[in-house]
């Protein structure tokens, strides 16, 4: 069975200041994918990044940053330079090669930017 | 290009009644995917289609239930509603096919409230 583990409930931080989100799962398969997800209080989740087994590179998107280390199964997310309109409930998750839509999230970790 | 809708967005009903909520994916996208949402479980897969077929269901009781037509648009049914029904219901929609997984495409949420 696969799982992922969210271990920071609540983060508050200041406008500008960077903010690192932890994210750490477990599956014995070989092959999956890793994403992140946003979920503002309008509810709808957006779809951040997806990573898959085979590429560990890191990766920057504007500022948002993710580094990706299989030897410690962690996947972790960070905002640089946070700006209110990043406060919301951020999601990692994973799924298998042949369960594309089945996805295991995590329990969400809040962030919460204030000015 | 319109993103995943879902109706309806908000709805009451009491228990013993029986809800049916609707999704419809982005169009050109196949599989669709349910997930219920709620303070206390978070996010839970509920099923996966993909033309019109049930690829994965997620463990719920036979109470829920779903199905997908022919134009890709999905329905899930929730009968017996008992008070822990209560949740946000989210539809995603993908692009995925066997061997490439892809992004989901979250809808809005159907908000339903069991008195």
């Known amino acids: 069975a696969q799982k992922v583990t969210q271990a920071q409930t609540e983060i508050s931080v200041v406008e500008k200041e960077d903010v690192t989100l932890d994210c750490v799962y477990e599956?014995?398969?070989?092959?999956?994918?890793l994403f992140w997800y946003k979920q503002p209080p309008s509810g709808e989740l957006v779809f951040l990044i997806r990573r898959n087994s085979f590429d560990e590179q890191n990766e920057i998107s504007g500022r948002y940053s993710w580094n990706f280390q299989k030897s410690t199964s962690s996947f972790n997310f960070t905002i640089t330079a946070s700006q209110v309109v990043d406060s919301a409930v951020y999601f990692c998750a994973l799924s298998l090669t042949d369960s594309w839509g089945k996805l295991q999230f995590g329990a969400g970790t809040q962030v919460v930017v204030t000015p | 290009k319109a993103g995943v809708t879902q109706t309806p967005r908000y709805l009451i009903k009491t228990r013993g009644q029986q809800v049916t909520l609707s999704c419809s994916p982005i169009s050109g996208h196949r599989s669709v995917s349910w997930y219920q949402q709620t303070p206390g479980q978070g996010l839970q897969f509920l099923f996966e289609?993909?033309?019109?077929?049930?690829?994965n269901k997620g463990n719920f009781p036979g109470r829920f239930s779903g199905r997908q037509f022919s134009n890709s648009r999905s329905e899930m049914n929730v009968s017996t509603l008992e008070l822990g029904d209560s949740a946000l219901y989210l539809c995603a929609s993908s692009l995925a096919w066997a061997g490439n997984t892809g992004e989901l495409f979250f809808g809005e949420g159907s908000r339903l409230t069991v008195l």
């Open positions: 599956t014995r398969d070989t092959t999956y994918y």
């Open positions: 289609y993909f033309s019109e077929t049930q690829r």
